[in-house]
């Protein structure tokens, strides 16, 4: 979708991620559908500048934003 960004994140077994979304309003973000406080496995952290930020668990992430 214009306007739009989509990552998606993999994180093996074992260790913990922090991963950055580069975003125009860190607010837009969510994970599979879900707000980021309400994404299992996901933990938000205080954005960064430009971008949301947020700690995963091992998995696989579906991280859609508001484009930067």
Same mark, same amino acid.
């Given at each position: $979708?214009?306007?739009q ?7 093996? +077994?074992? @260790?913990? &991620? ?6 125009s $309003?860190?607010?837009?973000?969510? =994970?599979? &559908?879900?707000?980021? $406080?309400r994404? @299992?496995?996901?933990? @938000?952290? +205080? @954005?960064a500048?430009?971008? &949301? ?10 991280? =859609?934003?508001?484009a930067?």
């Open positions: $979708d214009r306007g960004l989509r990552l998606r994140v993999t994180v093996p +077994p074992g @260790p913990a &991620a922090t991963v950055y979304i580069p975003t $309003d860190a607010a837009t973000v969510s =994970e599979s &559908a879900r707000p980021l $406080d994404a @299992p496995g996901v933990i @938000p952290l +205080p @954005p500048a430009g971008a &949301a930020a947020c700690q995963v668990a091992s998995g696989t992430y579906e991280f =859609e934003a508001a930067p």
